[in-house]
């Protein structure tokens, strides 16, 4: 596949054309991930360079197999049923129920950037809906001047993770109640004063 570019200079009537070799490799052993970072994230690619990355799947298998109730009840010993896998395994194919697995590879994906103290998380989450109805490409430059087309797989939005601890519902409810209350610590403290003197 060839593409041409032409350019140009304004009030001259000569024009150049380059052309260039574009191939679309068949063999898809690279796979070609791309990153996007949430807005209002300063990240700067100089001092990221400079500094140590790493970046791994994140392992949610415990989470999917509470959420999906795999190995609630145990296989053997005491508290386990005879024949349960074989049973649960015969309901679903009756009424067909195809059970969810776990994918490795379809975990999100958490960018480590530093290390200890001043390390610095950043969660990517697969963006769906991008890659549905278009196709984009990463194109190289070979060594004998033609271009490599590779397309783009998948897209990951990263943002930085929360590191601070948040209030469950109960706790959130008690906080909510509490809210027209305005406590001073100078009337609490005198109110403790006065009860000790009549103790006394």
Same mark, same amino acid.
């Given at each position: +596949?060839?593409?041409? &570019?032409?350019? =140009? #200079?304004?009030?001259? =009537?000569?024009?150049?054309?380059?052309?260039?070799?574009?191939?679309? @490799? !068949? %063999?898809?052993?690279? !796979?070609?991930?791309? +990153?996007?970072?949430?807005?209002?994230?300063?990240? %700067?690619?100089?001092?990221?360079? #400079?500094?140590?990355?790493? +970046?791994?799947?994140?392992?949610?298998?415990?989470? /999917?197999?509470?959420?999906?109730?795999?190995?609630?009840?145990? !296989?053997?010993?005491?508290?386990?049923?005879?024949?349960?896998?074989?049973?649960?395994?015969?309901?679903?194919? !009756?009424?067909?129920?195809?059970?969810?697995?776990?994918?490795?590879?379809?975990?999100?994906?958490?960018?480590?950037?530093?290390?200890?103290?001043?390390?610095?998380? +950043?969660?990517?989450?697969?963006?769906?809906?991008?890659?549905?109805?278009? =196709?984009?490409?990463?194109?190289?430059?070979?060594? %004998?001047?033609? /271009?490599?087309?590779? @397309?783009?797989?998948?897209?990951?939005?990263? &943002?930085?993770?929360?590191?601070?601890?948040?209030?469950?519902?109960?706790?959130?409810?008690?906080?909510? =109640?509490?809210?027209?209350?305005?406590?001073?610590?100078?009337?609490?403290?005198?109110?403790?004063?006065?009860?000790?003197?009549?103790?006394?």
């Amino acid at each position: +596949m060839a593409t041409s &570019s032409t350019a =140009s #200079q304004p009030g001259s =009537s000569n024009s150049t054309t380059q052309e260039f070799t574009v191939r679309v @490799p !068949k %063999d898809r052993k690279k !796979k070609f991930k791309m +990153m996007k970072f949430s807005t209002g994230n300063d990240v %700067d690619f100089v001092k990221m360079s #400079q500094t140590p990355i790493r +970046m791994e799947r994140e392992n949610n298998y415990k989470e /999917f197999k509470s959420a999906y109730d795999i190995d609630v009840a145990p !296989k053997f010993g005491a508290g386990s049923e005879y024949g349960r896998e074989q049973k649960e395994e015969a309901r679903r194919k !009756k009424y067909g129920i195809v059970s969810r697995k776990y994918k490795p590879e379809a975990q999100p994906w958490i960018l480590k950037i530093g290390k200890n103290k001043e390390m610095k998380k +950043m969660k990517g989450v697969r963006e769906g809906t991008i890659t549905e109805n278009t =196709s984009y490409y990463i194109f190289t430059q070979c060594a %004998d001047g033609a /271009f490599e087309a590779f @397309p783009v797989e998948e897209w990951y939005t990263f &943002s930085p993770v929360i590191k601070y601890k948040y209030l469950n519902s109960e706790e959130a409810e008690e906080e909510f =109640s509490r809210r027209d209350k305005t406590l001073n610590l100078f009337s609490v403290m005198v109110r403790n004063r006065v009860r000790n003197e009549d103790d006394e």
